[in-house]
Structures are given as C-alpha cells and as structure tokens.
C-alpha cells in the first residue's frame, strides 16, 4: 500500500460560504497518473466542512437555509459560555455535515456525478484560510 499526501489552501468569507474544490481535488490526484486509488478529502478544524453538493444557485441557497433551521445564528448557545466567541452555531453545523468525503479513482477518473461537486463549506463568522489535505492510497 502506498498513501500520497497533498494539500491545498482555501479563502473563504466565512459565514456558511460554499466553495466548488472539486477543481483542485482534481488537480491533486490526476498529476500522480494514477489507475485506481481511494481518495480521501479532509479539512482540518472544528467550523468547517467538506461534503457533496450540486453546486448550482439554488442549492448555495437552499443548504445554508436547511441549515439555519437546525441551528440559527442568532440563538444563544451555550459554546459561548465556554469561549465567547459567537459561532455556536457554526460549530454544530460542521459537526452535523462532517469534515471528509471519499470518492474513489477507477481507471483513472475520480468518480463523480454529473452534477456532484466535492464542496467546502466554512461556517465559522469570519474570513478564515482553510487547508484541505489530499490523502491518496493506493
Ligand atoms: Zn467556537
């Protein structure tokens, strides 16, 4: 067995932003001419979230609005009693849609739908530059 580490960096605005990665994913992946391999994608860190999406206008809508239902931004949470530093909200939201997806590589092609998107979502209430990690086993 032999693992492949990448990584790349993502700027976001914070503030449940939805960003398309599966660009750079690819990126990662195909430069190492590879057959067939399970690719894991992870982000490191307690607000933010990696997941599937289609990523088209009404679903960057619809997510975030999903999501406000389960946990709103302006509740009190009692994370803030702990830190006090307003993201409560951003914390459960990542806890609830998780931080890695697998998609795996046959016969040299990440196996993605049509309309299936590898996304980043940052919930935490400010800008933040978050680092994906690429792990590529083979
Ligand atoms: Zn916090």
């Known amino acids: 067995m032999t693992i492949i580490n990448e990584k790349f960096s993502v700027h976001t605005k914070g ?12 990126n990662a992946v195909y430069r ?24 088209e206008p009404g679903l960057l809508k619809d997510l975030p609005e999903a999501l406000d239902k389960f946990a709103p931004v ?9 830190w006090h530093d307003g993201n409560g909200y951003a ?10 997806t697998m998609v795996p590589l046959m016969d040299g092609a ?13 919930f935490d209430n400010k800008a933040r530059t978050r680092t994906v990690y690429v792990q590529i086993v083979y």
């Open 15 to 26: 503030n449940t932003h939805v960003i398309d990665v599966t660009r750079q994913v690819q």
């Open 32 to 55: 190492h001419n590879l057959q067939n391999a399970v690719v894991h994608v992870y982000v490191a860190g307690s607000t933010v979230s990696i997941t599937n999406i289609e990523y």
């Open 74 to 82: 302006d509740k009190e949470y009692h994370h803030d009693e702990t």
């Open 91 to 100: 914390h459960l939201r990542a806890s609830i849609v998780g931080n890695s």
């Open 110 to 122: 990440l196996v993605l739908g049509q309309w299936q998107q590898i996304v980043l979502i940052d």
